[in-house]
């Protein structure tokens, strides 16, 4: 399928299907990037992330980034299944800014 090459052999998890589309996350395509290597206009609070590596993603722009967590007990997580939670970067950010979650509960 031309245009959609980033899908070859991804393992997606599936976040949301409706009537406008399909939003998930690739999980196997790791960059040799960490977020301390990219220029963001994201929002500042990314530098918390610094250490963290990025993943390939497809194609929602390029100020589209989602975290996985394990973590429940974050304000304003989102279920994907049992012990496996996804939220925007924004979010998570304030977490650890707050002290209520560490950089490394994020992926």
């Given at each position: 399928m031309p245009g959609f090459a980033?899908?070859?052999q991804s393992v997606?998890?599936?976040l949301d299907h409706?009537?406008?589309g399909s939003y998930?996350?690739?999980l196997n395509r790791p960059t040799q990037y960490k977020v301390s290597q990219i220029k963001s206009?994201?929002?500042e609070l990314l530098a918390l992330f610094s250490?963290?590596?990025l993943y390939m993603g497809g194609d929602c722009g390029d100020t589209a980034m989602v975290v996985l967590t394990h973590r429940s007990d974050i304000e304003?997580?989102?279920e994907v299944t049992e012990g496996v939670y996804h939220h925007n970067v924004h979010g998570a950010a304030l977490a650890v800014a707050a002290g209520k979650a560490e950089p490394s509960d994020f992926r």
């Open positions: 980033q899908f070859l997606i998890l599936l409706g009537p406008d998930g996350i690739i206009t994201v929002h250490e963290n590596r304003a997580v989102t």
